[in-house]
């Protein structure tokens, strides 16, 4: 008994050389589709392509910072940042994953099986003699070229992509939030360094005036003189030791707060960081008055927050509109092009033939499919109400912070007067100690109330810089540079 080639329409029988042939055209589709798969970017990449940010700006390891410049070093270097970045394209290519839904699919599989020996049956001819046919012989080498394009899926695909494209700008806009967060930390922690600055200078000047008066009061006790007493030189001293003490507790929150500053900025611990100025700057605008009104109409629309909220209730009536679409029929185009060879004194020398059908999903009844809706019904429902109650808490946070600026400009204000009034205390009671209308302790008292309204002042200000820079992250106003 020959072997002979049979072909998968089960109409045609050949001989040994038809199936070879057959073989050898199989072998050129098969390098036809892998050409234009290649072509049309369907073959594997060596490797996938990395999303390319724009570089850090680079400075001079001497460069003093100011504090837009700390800014817009930590939009490119701060490591959450990078998450939210690499998090959007991430979400771009989800995107581009349901829009592959609309092309083919293109598979190509090659197998080689080898036996040890001949597979068989047992086969009884005619009722008269019973023969050993052979299945295969010592090798089977498999080619499959498979062909899938989905053609309708009654809107499934559309609400998909809808919500991939939405999930992708979600993603996006959550950047942009990522980014005034970050910045408003740089800003808190910048002005934190200069406030514990200010505060150290003022610390070290009046330290510098007891102790000169420590001297005086000490020297004069020595002289008999009865303008001090000892009583002097001891308040004195107890004054200095708790100063240092506060000195002590400034400069370490000084360390921390800088330590802090570079790693929200990005740099690592042994990277240089010297900022320009070490002090807080003055006042922008005295006259400066910011209408609630008009800080709720500015930031309510831009905040990203109100955009994100919003692309989520548009994502859950997208969803229910997937869940509406389960009953619609799916159907798929499918094409198979296999050829199976074996050694040539197999039954099945050569097996080739192009499958060709259409598969027509009817979803008849599926019991979940009910409560899938339902649940998307209820979440559609729960995200505009969470859409609303967002809403009303940006235009309370944003009423909050615009009243909170006024009340710091106030109060640096009124720090201004006070501190002005103890400087003008501390030159009378220099006055009248030398006139001995007033004992020694009244100096010390009225160097320490100089001190206390220094130190005022510059904590008023500094509420008032971050008061600012919250108005500016609460209203997304991100025009305006963080260092004024």
């Not at 309510?300 to 859950?316: M, S």
Request: proline share 5%; with cysteine.
């Amino acid at each position: 008994m020959s072997s002979i080639g049979v072909y998968r329409s089960g109409a045609v029988f050949g001989t040994p050389g038809q199936g070879m042939r057959a073989h050898r055209l199989t072998t050129s589709a098969v390098a036809w589709v892998l050409a234009w798969a290649a072509m049309a970017g369907c073959a594997p990449a060596d490797k996938p392509p990395v999303a390319q940010f724009p570089p850090a700006p680079t400075y001079p390891a001497d460069h003093q910072y100011t504090l837009d410049e700390l800014v817009e070093l930590s939009l490119f270097r701060n490591a959450s940042m990078d998450v939210s970045r690499y998090e959007a394209e991430a979400a771009q290519g989800l995107v581009d994953q349901v829009k592959a839904l609309w092309l083919p699919a293109v598979r190509y599989d090659f197998a080689a099986t080898a036996y040890s020996n001949d597979l068989s049956y047992r086969a009884r001819a005619f009722h008269i003699a019973t023969i050993n046919v052979p299945l295969t012989g010592k090798y089977n080498i498999t080619n499959n070229v498979n062909l899938t394009e989905i053609a309708f899926t009654g809107g499934k695909r559309t609400s998909g992509l809808k919500q991939a494209k939405m999930y992708a700008a979600l993603k996006k806009i959550d950047v942009e939030r990522q980014r005034d967060a970050v910045a408003f930390d740089v800003a808190t922690y910048y002005q934190l360094v200069c406030l514990t600055n200010d505060i150290d200078a003022v610390l070290d000047d009046t330290l510098r005036r007891i102790r000169v008066f420590r001297q005086v009061a000490q020297g004069l006790n020595t002289r008999g003189s009865l303008r001090a007493s000892n009583l002097d030189f001891l308040e004195a001293d107890l004054f200095v030791s708790e100063l240092e003490q506060l000195q002590i507790a400034v400069r370490a929150g000084r360390q921390q707060a800088y330590s802090a500053m570079k790693q929200t900025v990005g740099l690592l611990p042994d990277e240089p960081l010297v900022i320009r100025q070490a002090s807080l700057p003055p006042l922008v605008t005295p006259q400066e008055r910011q209408s609630v009104i008009n800080a709720i109409a500015q930031g309510f629309l831009a905040r990203p927050e109100n955009k994100e909220v919003n692309l989520f209730a548009r994502i859950r009536a997208e969803q229910v509109k997937f869940a509406k679409a389960a009953w619609a029929p799916n159907v798929a185009v499918l094409a198979n092009e296999v050829n199976v060879s074996g050694s040539p004194y197999a039954i099945l020398n050569a097996v080739d033939g192009i499958i060709a059908g259409v598969i027509i999903d009817v979803p008849i009844y599926d019991p979940a499919r009910r409560g899938r809706l339902r649940e998307a019904l209820g979440l559609e429902q729960a995200a505009l109400a969470f859409q609303k109650q967002v809403e009303e808490l940006l235009t309370l946070e944003i009423d909050v912070t615009a009243i909170d600026a006024q009340k710091a400009l106030a109060a640096v204000m009124r720090a201004a007067k006070a501190r002005q009034d103890a400087a003008e205390h501390l030159d009378s009671a220099r006055q009248a100690y030398s006139r001995e209308l007033i004992p020694a302790s009244g100096v010390v008292l009225a160097m320490g109330i100089d001190a206390l309204g220094k130190i005022g002042y510059s904590q008023a200000l500094f509420t008032y810089h971050n008061a600012r820079a919250n108005l500016k992250r609460v209203t997304a106003d991100r025009e305006t540079p963080y260092g004024y």
